[in-house]
Structure formats: structure tokens, C-alpha cells
């Protein structure tokens, strides 16, 4: 009983943590709790985190750089990824991003911006609106300037394969 009641309160916890609000469906993540019992007389609870893919929009202020703003009104999908050059991990999708960037059949269909998060006077406002927090971090943005995909840090990852998904479908999406 003990077992559950603690298995009971981990969830309640990630809930908290994670946010369980209603109103307008953002981009966020999917809690699913569940307590199992294994056959040997133990209790686990489960947490299982899926992303939601609801894209968001992205408010222009007045600090917005005035790159991105450029950037945005040329209507164009925008591949959006702050690194550190001194990060690993940042250096491997910085390779996998120019590795699709120089495919024939996405070259030109989409803007890059690269920026370096070491370099403040560039990239502090931006990282802020964005709420950039593990890096490597890669916003996709389409062509009307909605956040449709972000990957963030080690856990999320992304290869070749998934990238070239995800811009195929903003690219090829009928306007």
C-alpha cells in the first residue's frame, strides 16, 4: 500500500512540474500516468511523455532582432538552431543540419540561421523569446511564421532522416 501511495505521489508531482492547464492547446508535452503491479508483489509507476505537435505562434516584440524579423517576412520555412560551438552535441546536429541544407532537394526551400548562443549581443533576445534552455536547441518554423517543431538538448535528438521529414511536410504543405 505504502508503494503506492508514493507511486501515487511521484505522478502527482510530474504533473504538477510538467503543468496539467486547460485552455488553448500549446506545444507541450502529454502526461500519462499508470501504476502497475509486477508479479513478484512490486509497484512501479510509470511516466510516459509524448510531444504534442500543435504549432505556435511566434510573437514579434519590439526587442526582436531585426535578422529575424527580415527573416520571417521573406514567407519562407525557417530552421532555427542555437548551439555551442564547444558542445558535442551542438557540433553533431550542426552537422547533420548542413548535411541537409546542402541536399538538391531542399536547398533554397527553407532559411538557416545558425546562431552561436556564446555570442550574446546576437542571439540573448532571441534565446529568450524562443525560451531556449538546453542547447543544442532547433526551432522549424513554416512559412507563416508558426513554430511547428522544436528539439531541445541531448534527449530530443534529431537525425537526417526525422529532419528531412519534418521539413518535407512544411515545405511540400499546400498553401
Do not use: H, W
Not at 548542413?98 to 546562431?115: A, H, P, T, W
Request: charged share 25%; glycine share 6%; net charge negative.
Amino acid at each position: 500500500m505504502r508503494k503506492i501511495v508514493i507511486g501515487l505521489l511521484v505522478v502527482i508531482v510530474v504533473l504538477v512540474i510538467t503543468g496539467c492547464g486547460g485552455g488553448e492547446p500549446t506545444p507541450s508535452t502529454e502526461v500519462t500516468p499508470s501504476i502497475s503491479t509486477s508479479p513478484a508483489g512490486g509497484t512501479t509507476a510509470t511516466v510516459s511523455i509524448t510531444k504534442l505537435e500543435v504549432p505556435r505562434k511566434f510573437t514579434l516584440s519590439e526587442r526582436t532582432p531585426t535578422f529575424f524579423k527580415e527573416a520571417l517576412e521573406k514567407k519562407e520555412p525557417i530552421l532555427l538552431m542555437f548551439y555551442s560551438p564547444t558542445d558535442i552535441v551542438s557540433n553533431k546536429l550542426r552537422e547533420v543540419v548542413r548535411k541537409v541544407n546542402e541536399d538538391v532537394d531542399y536547398q533554397g526551400k527553407f532559411i538557416l540561421l545558425l546562431l552561436d548562443i556564446d555570442d550574446i549581443d546576437k542571439t540573448f533576445v532571441l534565446a529568450e523569446e524562443f525560451g531556449v534552455g538546453d542547447i543544442p536547441q532547433l526551432s522549424i518554423l513554416d512559412a507563416e511564421g508558426n513554430v511547428v517543431r522544436e528539439f531541445r538538448g541531448e534527449s530530443e535528438y534529431i537525425d537526417e532522416t526525422l529532419l528531412k521529414q519534418v521539413l518535407y511536410n512544411i515545405i511540400k504543405k499546400p498553401k
